[in-house]
């Protein structure tokens, strides 16, 4: 693991699986790696946020890159998660609006910075399960993965924000074994590094700012631009 600094931001990048971390990412960064899910993801990245809080080192952010499944987003391509809700969690027999945690002061959907400009936006569901097929109907949501929603839970914990960049690896077909998942991967990685490079040229642009500016939902990213003339092509 090490903080990488785009300008006056200092950024701890997070990563999921070994399988996901290809040779043009490797070439980039050395991210924490949490494993799969959200209980392993939310443990590994609340124990080092501990430490560096320890000894003042927390980042300004938190990039969080990895694959995703989607039916309908386009393959091989990165999106910034604009949003990212819980499927898991289901309270609703007690009277709890689905996906909403009991107890506790946070909507079912929370909302994500999107610093890039002209890098798609979508709209991303965690959970603990595989999804493929026909279980792509009961998400509400545009793309799924494993670990998001424990990441911003915890980064948000410790106060820092945390910008999710996905490559869609699968979904398209049903998926009935592992190389399903992983035949794309290397065509992920090219891309995830890409937007990796877009938005640390934001981020040395705008500095801690390019956060604030930033705003989730697919709004209209041009307002970004007089910022960014300087040091983008």
């Given at each position: 693991?090490?903080?990488?600094?785009?300008?006056a931001v200092?950024?701890?990048p997070?990563?999921a699986?070994?399988?996901?971390?290809?040779?043009h990412l490797?070439?980039?960064i050395?991210p924490?790696?949490t494993?799969v899910?959200p209980?392993?993801a939310?443990i590994?990245l609340?124990?080092?946020?501990?430490?560096?809080?320890g000894?003042?080192?927390?980042?300004?952010?938190?990039?969080?890159?990895g694959?995703?499944?989607?039916r309908q987003l386009?393959?091989?391509?990165?999106?910034?998660?604009?949003?990212?809700s819980?499927?898991d969690?289901?309270a609703?027999?007690?009277?709890?609006p689905?996906?909403?945690?009991?107890?506790?002061?946070?909507?079912?959907?929370?909302?994500?910075?999107?610093?890039?400009?002209?890098?798609?936006?979508?709209r991303?569901?965690?959970?603990?399960?595989?999804v493929s097929g026909?279980?792509?109907?009961?998400?509400?949501a545009?793309?799924?993965?494993?670990?998001?929603?424990?990441?911003v839970r915890?980064?948000?914990?410790?106060?820092v924000?945390?910008?999710?960049l996905?490559?869609?690896?699968?979904?398209?077909?049903e998926l009935r074994?592992?190389?399903?998942?992983?035949?794309?991967?290397?065509l992920?990685?090219?891309?995830l590094?890409?937007?990796?490079?877009r938005?640390?040229?934001?981020l040395?642009?705008c500095?801690p700012?390019?956060?604030?500016?930033?705003?989730?939902?697919?709004?209209?990213?041009?307002?970004?631009?007089?910022?960014?003339e300087?040091?983008?092509?």
């Amino acid at each position: 693991m090490r903080l990488e600094r785009y300008g006056a931001v200092a950024v701890l990048p997070v990563m999921a699986a070994p399988a996901e971390y290809g040779r043009h990412l490797r070439a980039r960064i050395e991210p924490l790696m949490t494993g799969v899910g959200p209980v392993e993801a939310a443990i590994v990245l609340s124990r080092v946020l501990s430490r560096l809080e320890g000894v003042d080192s927390l980042p300004d952010v938190i990039v969080s890159l990895g694959s995703c499944g989607s039916r309908q987003l386009e393959h091989a391509a990165v999106y910034q998660a604009a949003s990212v809700s819980y499927r898991d969690m289901d309270a609703s027999p007690l009277g709890f609006p689905k996906g909403v945690t009991p107890l506790l002061d946070e909507p079912a959907v929370l909302p994500l910075p999107c610093p890039v400009p002209d890098l798609p936006t979508a709209r991303l569901s965690t959970g603990a399960n595989v999804v493929s097929g026909a279980a792509y109907d009961a998400i509400d949501a545009d793309m799924v993965d494993m670990e998001t929603w424990a990441l911003v839970r915890a980064a948000r914990t410790f106060g820092v924000p945390l910008v999710a960049l996905r490559g869609v690896s699968d979904g398209r077909a049903e998926l009935r074994a592992l190389e399903d998942w992983t035949s794309t991967l290397h065509l992920v990685d090219e891309n995830l590094a890409d937007a990796l490079d877009r938005l640390a040229a934001v981020l040395a642009a705008c500095g801690p700012a390019a956060l604030e500016l930033a705003v989730p939902g697919g709004q209209d990213p041009a307002q970004f631009a007089p910022h960014l003339e300087p040091t983008l092509p």
